[in-house]
């Protein structure tokens, strides 16, 4: 099963002299339970890329699918619903409320949905990140990978359909990011979930299934592990 798709996506930001065509018709299925890295320079698109597949962009042309619903055919109300429900966030900066613990943090986006957790995933989702400890520690009282991992639970904990991470290890030292890592790895063996991740580190991409290689707006290449073929 295909859990978002890119139909001959495409993003101009500008008009005239000023024009920059961020998407140049990118069209992709990520299928569900696959881990993909999206790599490419600087500028190349990567974000634009995540941010419409994620509904937190427009496209130009071209059709962003998610959970089988075409994001342009979704009014504004059904959008907020369907990024809380079936999308998940995971940036470089964390994004943790400072005042709130882990555990608070874990369970805001449920709270804020006026949903409550399901408790048997909650707590597969802590355990396999490791966090059962530290659920009543402020954000300052947590290592930065600590962070990151409470970042990853709450970016898990409504069960979406795809897991968007913008360069989740980017302000991580090496210890920190295979943790992080390790724990995205394990999200997707063990727990099924689908994730997406902005990356520009050769080492993260080995975590994954799949890598989307983009340049000026197109994927330009794409690789799989051979090994993890099965999985599909
Ligand atoms: P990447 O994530 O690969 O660095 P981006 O998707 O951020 O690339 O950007 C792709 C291109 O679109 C770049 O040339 C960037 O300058 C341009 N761009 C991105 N966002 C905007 C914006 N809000 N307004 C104008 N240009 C933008
Ligand atoms: P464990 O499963 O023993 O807790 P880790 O958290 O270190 O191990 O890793 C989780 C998963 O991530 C592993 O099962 C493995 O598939 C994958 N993995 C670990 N290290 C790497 C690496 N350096 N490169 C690619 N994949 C790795």
Redesign the pocket.
């Known amino acids: 099963p295909v859990a978002a798709s890119a139909r001959d996506l495409t993003k101009v930001y500008g008009t005239g002299e000023a024009e920059v065509r961020a998407l140049d018709g990118v069209t992709v299925d990520l299928f569900t339970g696959e881990f993909t890295a999206v790599m490419g320079p600087s500028g190349s698109g990567k974000s634009t890329l995540m941010h419409c597949l994620a509904a937190l962009d427009t496209p130009t042309a071209g059709e962003a699918v998610v959970g089988g619903s075409s994001l342009g055919t979704l009014k504004d109300k059904q959008l907020t619903r369907l990024r809380r429900e079936q999308i998940g966030f995971v940036f470089q900066a964390f994004n943790l409320v400072p005042t709130l613990t882990a555990q608070e943090n874990i369970l805001l986006p449920l709270d804020l949905a006026g949903r409550k957790p399901d408790p048997a995933w909650f707590d597969q989702v802590v355990d396999a990140v490791g966090m059962r400890s530290r659920l009543g520690h402020k954000p300052t009282e947590l290592s930065g990978g600590q962070q990151q991992r409470a970042a990853c639970a709450r970016a898990l904990v409504s069960r979406p359909a795809i897991v968007f991470a913008d360069e989740p290890t980017g302000n991580l030292d090496s210890t920190s990011s ?2 992080v ?3 995205l ?2 999200s997707v ?1 063990e727990l099924g979930q689908t994730i997406v991740m902005v990356t520009h580190d050769p ?1 993260a991409a ?2 994954t299934d799949r890598v989307l290689f983009l340049a000026d707006g197109r994927i330009v290449e794409e690789m799989r592990r051979p090994d993890r073929d099965s999985i599909l």
């Open positions: 295979a943790e890592l390790g724990f790895r394990r063996d080492v080995s975590y």
